[in-house]
């Protein structure tokens, strides 16, 4: 229930200062919501597996990995569905974190890295959230791999990482480094359909961002915040489909390098820079016709081996990923 009483935690399954555990097939509904609360929590916690759980009715995190300070590694996250059930923040409780849609009329975040290193997220669906997939990196966050998830109506709808200001402030060490996130769907957002601030090396391939109000962004850290890392932000786009965007399709905003290869751009706004520029290289701008088809691409569409070596351009989730 959400009530106002004495202690803090008020998550429903929580590891702490663990290693080799497994939650697997549970039912997480309605952390209280009076608190920093969340369905299940891994707090400083290691080399374990939470595996097909169902988790509900979330004011702020649906999964937490790591303590806020310290990382937790080498964890799986695999096939779990989360739904904030839309519920809002409590009057008088611990309140929401700023977020880039309305957070405070949904669950802030679907699974949280907070900060982690070294796990696997696979195969997991976050919808109703006002971030889905999240890095906060506050110190020590990198190697983490995203394999097969999709989001469905979140507000930032793809992923949402940045770098964290509390510790380490415009230092490499709170950014998010060598992520990879490869066939993501994010579908019918209303903020966004997925982006990075502060990141480096950052590696996204087989991405599919459809019916967003934007596609992918990327911006270096405003200035004077503490969160512009070391002011060298870098990623890599390949086999990305953006498309039916209605504001933005794709932007790169203070990044020292980045490229965007062997990828489909169409009906979705603005570029940012514009598709002249020189870091564009096989670039498709045709209607996909995906028809009703979200996590795979149809014959007949233009996306269908267009990509490298080959490959379909956007996602394709068909089937299980296990450990990557």
């Known amino acids: 229930v959400d009530l106002e009483?004495?202690?803090?935690?008020?998550?429903l399954f929580v590891l702490q200062d663990s290693t080799h555990i497994t939650?697997?097939?549970?039912?997480?509904?309605?952390?209280?919501?009076?608190?920093?609360?969340?369905?299940?929590?891994?707090?400083?916690?290691?080399?374990?597996?939470?595996e097909d759980n169902e988790i509900y009715y979330v004011a702020r995190?649906?999964?937490?990995?790591?303590?806020?300070?310290?990382?937790?590694s080498s964890n799986t996250i695999r096939r779990n569905y989360i739904h904030s059930r839309n519920h809002a923040d409590m009057e008088g409780g611990s309140?929401?974190?700023p977020g880039c849609g309305t957070a405070t009329i949904r669950g802030d975040e679907g699974?949280?890295?907070?900060?982690?290193?070294?796990?696997?997220?696979?195969?997991?669906?976050?919808?109703?959230?006002d971030s889905p997939y999240t890095i906060q990196c506050l110190q020590d966050c990198g190697n983490n791999q995203y394999y097969g998830n999709i989001t469905l109506s979140c507000a930032c709808g793809g992923i949402g990482f940045t770098a964290r200001g509390d510790l380490f402030p415009n230092s490499v060490t709170q950014m998010p480094t060598n992520e990879q996130?490869?066939?993501?769907?994010?579908?019918?957002?209303?903020?966004?359909?997925?982006?990075?601030?502060?990141c480096k090396n950052l590696v996204v391939d087989h991405y599919t961002s459809i019916n967003n109000v934007q596609g992918f962004g990327m911006h270096l850290g405003t200035v004077g915040n503490g969160e512009n890392g070391d002011g060298v932000a870098t990623f890599t786009g390949t086999n990305m489909l953006i498309a039916g965007n209605s504001t933005l399709g794709f932007s790169s905003i203070d990044y020292?390098?980045?490229?965007?290869?062997?990828?489909?751009?169409?009906?979705?706004?603005?570029?940012?820079?514009?598709l002249t520029d020189a870091a564009y290289t096989n670039i498709v701008t045709?209607?996909?016709a995906m028809g009703g088809c979200v996590v795979y691409i149809p014959t007949g569409s233009p996306a269908k081996g267009a990509g490298v070596a080959g490959s379909d351009i956007g996602a394709t989730i068909l089937y299980r990923y296990q450990d990557g």
């Open 95 to 97: 309140g929401s974190a």
């Open 286 to 288: 045709s209607d996909p």
């Open 256 to 274: 020292t390098t980045w490229s965007l290869d062997h990828s489909l751009l169409f009906n979705s706004g603005t570029y940012t820079p514009a």
């Open 181 to 198: 996130i490869i066939n993501h769907v994010a579908y019918n957002s209303s903020a966004g359909g997925g982006g990075c601030t502060t």
């Open 23 to 50: 939650v697997k097939r549970v039912l997480a509904y309605g952390p209280n919501a009076w608190f920093n609360s969340h369905g299940i929590a891994l707090y400083l916690t290691h080399d374990s597996l939470i």
């Open 5 to 11: 009483m004495a202690g803090f935690e008020g998550s």
């Open 111 to 129: 699974v949280s890295c907070y900060p982690c290193k070294n796990n696997i997220f696979e195969n997991n669906i976050v919808e109703a959230f």
């Open 61 to 72: 995190h649906g999964i937490i990995v790591g303590n806020g300070n310290a990382p937790s």
